[in-house]
């Protein structure tokens, strides 16, 4: 079985928009799959779902079938699942030409960042075609999704914060983060105990801190919260204790090998 973000976060990762493909986002979906609200669907209800005809056109969901909860970790899910493809495609390249980068936060924002409008212009220029290693293809899509979620991903950042800094900037306070997990036991379910039994209440608290830490050393300024790439490295930094069920996905587009077209 898997829940709502694991489906999100390998959506993403597989490239796949649901909106263009049915006409319908992953909360949508999940919701359609889940009619009694259990949290979690079978793979093979992706597949085959009960009563579906794919002759005909899938029926529209409800807004409420979508609350707002649901997509905001969906959102969320998404970006922390390309973000982690995009490390590890990083990684195997660093190791197959010998790269040498500093283990800090500043390789998340490499990772998150790196010439995204250079990937684009490949993609667009030469095709997938034109790439042979399957962490290069990795890097070339990530770099191109991340950008596209940047918006989306701005705006979920806006709604946290509840005050601004005398300057005018906002930042996410470390009881924004905690209140930030709120509504998640809403959006799913399996999630938030899988949160709860790693590290419980205590999770905002110490990605906060680390990603607080290095924000300030990497500014020199002392600050009450976090700014927008700081809430990002927090983000980053939970994916292990969601047990988001990623890995052997994440491993396969990145294997070493040739890219099959």
């Known amino acids: 079985k898997i829940s709502l973000m694991e489906l999100a976060g390998a ?37 085959k779902p009960a009563g579906f005809d794919p002759e005909g056109a899938l029926p529209s969901a409800p807004m409420e079938l979508r609350p707002k909860a649901q997509a905001k970790w969906a959102l969320i899910a998404r970006w922390m699942g390309i973000a982690t493809l995009r490390a590890n495609a990083l990684r195997k390249e660093r190791m197959r030409r010998g790269w040498r980068v500093a283990g800090n936060i500043e390789a998340v924002q490499s990772s998150e ?6 990937a684009s212009g490949v993609i667009q220029q030469q095709g997938l075609d034109a790439v042979k290693e399957r962490s290069q293809v990795a890097l070339l899509r990530s770099a191109v999704q991340l950008k596209k979620l940047e918006t989306p991903l701005r705006s979920v ?9 005398a300057e005018g900037s906002q930042l996410v306070s470390q009881t924004d983060l905690r209140a930030f997990f709120d509504d998640l036991p809403m959006a799913d379910a399996p999630r938030a105990t899988s949160v709860a039994q790693a590290s419980g209440a205590a999770l905002p608290d110490r990605a906060f801190e680390e990603a607080m830490k290095v924000q300030v050393e990497s500014t020199k300024t002392s600050q009450n919260g976090l700014v927008f790439w700081s809430f990002k ?16 996905l994440v491993e396969h587009l990145v294997a070493d090998g040739t890219h099959e077209h």
Not at 113 to 118: F, N, S, Y
């Open 11 to 47: 959506l993403g990762m597989l490239d796949l928009d649901l909106d263009v493909l049915c006409g319908m986002q992953e909360a949508d979906i999940f919701a359609f799959l889940d009619p009694e609200g259990t949290g979690a669907i079978e793979l093979d209800s992706l597949l």
């Open 113 to 118: 960042e790196a010439v995204p409008e250079k």
């Open 157 to 165: 950042f806006a709604a946290a914060v509840k005050e601004r800094s």
């Open 233 to 248: 490295a927090a983000l980053s930094s939970m994916v292990e204790d969601f047990s988001l069920g990623w890995p052997a």
